[in-house]
Structure formats: C-alpha cells, structure tokens
C-alpha cells in the first residue's frame, strides 16, 4: 500500500491566490482527516470527515478554508484567497475507523504564501 | 490555550543512553493517550499509546507512563539510538469524542553516536 497520499508537497504562492492541496487516503479507510501544522500552535485538527461526509469543520480557521471529499479516494482543503498567515505545514490522515487508534499521516504539503 | 503541553523543545542524549520525553495536559476528560514520531519531510507516526485506566504501557524499548493525578505522562526510550533522533509529539483523546485529537508541540529529540 502507498500510504497516504498528498500534493503538492510544497507549494508557494503569492497573497490573494487560490491554493487546492488533495489527498488521497488509503484504500478502504473510511476516515479523512485534515490537520495544520504551525509552530505557535502545533498540530491542529481542520475538519474531520467519515465516509466522504464532514463531521467536523470545527477547526477550520475561517471562510476562506473549504474541504471537499467528492469520493472515498480524494479530498482537496481549498484555501481562497490566501493569507502569509496560513503558511503552515498541512496533513492529511486517514483511518480504517473514525477511532484515533489508527491514524495513518501522509507526509504533507508545505505551504508559503508571500 | 494549550491543552496538551510538551515544554522541553529539544532534547539531547547520548546513544544507549536513556531518553525521557515529558508531557503534561489540562483537559481532565482525556482518556486516552498517544506518542507519535516524526522525521523530518514525513509524516507522523504512531509510536505507542495508554489508556487513562492504566499507568504503564510498554512495547519493546518504548514504555509510556501516565500519572493521571499529576496529568502527566512519559515517553522513556531505553536504550537510545541513533535511528530515535526525530521529533515526538504527545497527543490526547477526549471521551467525548473517538476521532480528535489534540496534539502538544513536539520535542526535538537527538540521540548523538
């Protein structure tokens, strides 16, 4: 098995661009997770979705942020437009069930915006 | 507000060494304790986990304890190797909730030859 699956793994953009980061989780899992990585805040929960419907956008910092799993094999974290302040290492995980026991990360997607 | 705190950024040892890496949380709904390692360019993965009901976990060189009236845990690592050099992350589970969880910062840990 792959693992999970990101891209791009770094990606930098200028302020105001729209950003798309996908993912693809393993197949079979029925979990997909998005969480950021910053050094104020560590690693932080974005949204959570279970059988390609979100459970959980709690986390998603602001409207400029969307996610979207159109099928078991591919989700997109959308950032329009973008800010410097989102510049942050972003993961996807996946998991064969919505427990954290087996969260498996990918390897995630660097993103800069100047 | 840090719920899940690890506040030693980096730590240093020698190779065959013993490593400690602390954490300490507020949330008293925690039930549910996990340690991920991280390479630098990948992901992170899970290393070893707790549940609050008990107060030692072990798994080869790994061993994780929990002082739940301290609300604190402990990853040692017995004997250090190189190959251990990475970044730890300590993350929390809440019983109310079976998928999120809330992640310290990490330590940088070195285990030099």
């Known amino acids: 098995d792959a693992g999970v699956i990101q891209s791009p793994r770094h990606e930098v953009t200028e302020m105001g661009q729209e950003v798309t980061l996908r993912c693809k989780p393993i197949?079979?899992?029925?979990?997909l997770f998005w969480y950021r990585q910053t050094m104020m805040r560590g690693l932080e929960l974005l949204i959570y979705?279970?059988?390609?419907?979100?459970?959980?956008d709690s986390g998603m910092p602001e409207d400029r942020f969307s996610a979207k799993m159109p099928n078991a094999s591919f989700s997109t974290l959308k950032i329009q437009p973008s800010e410097p302040r989102d510049s942050a290492v972003y993961f996807c995980?996946?998991?064969?069930?919505?427990?954290?026991?087996?969260?498996?990360f990918g390897s995630g997607t660097r993103l800069t915006v100047v | 507000d840090q719920q899940v705190k690890q506040n030693s950024p980096s730590l240093s040892v020698q190779e065959g060494r013993i490593s400690i890496l602390n954490c300490d949380y507020t949330n008293s709904m925690f039930d549910y304790f996990l340690w991920y390692k991280k390479y630098p360019a990948e992901g992170p993965t899970f290393l070893i986990s707790?549940?609050?009901?008990?107060d030692k976990n072990e798994d080869g060189r790994f061993t994780v304890f929990l002082n739940k009236s301290a609300k604190h845990l402990s990853l040692h690592i017995v004997p250090s190797q190189p190959g251990d050099s990475a970044v730890y992350f300590c993350a929390a589970k809440s019983g109310g909730s079976n998928y999120k969880l809330t992640f310290g910062k990490g330590t940088l840990l070195t285990v030099n030859p």
């Open positions: 979705f279970n059988n390609n419907v979100p459970i959980d």
């Open positions: 707790i549940s609050s009901i008990k």
């Open positions: 995980a996946s998991s064969l069930t919505d427990r954290v026991y087996g969260y498996t």
């Open positions: 197949s079979g899992h029925n979990s």
